[in-house]
């Protein structure tokens, strides 16, 4: 199976890097107002989310 040593704190470090990407987009898109940062991760992981189904169902072929 898959390294947990590297897999966990690999996942820990890219999530965390997400996020601060998406507050600093939540911030900055609506200069005098704040997003929320779900809005911001929705938007974002709402067409991965769906290219993964998808690709699972067979009508994505990459």
Not at 9 to 14: G, N, Q, R, T
Not at 15 to 41: F, K, M, N, Q, Y
């Amino acid at each position: 199976g898959p390294d947990n040593r590297y897999l966990l704190p690999a996942s820990a470090l890219l999530g965390a890097s997400l996020l601060l990407l998406a507050d600093a987009v939540a911030r900055t898109i609506v200069a005098p107002a704040e997003l929320p940062i779900g809005i911001v991760t929705a938007i974002a992981g709402a067409p991965f989310f769906l290219w993964i189904l998808l690709r699972k169902r067979g009508v994505v072929d990459l």
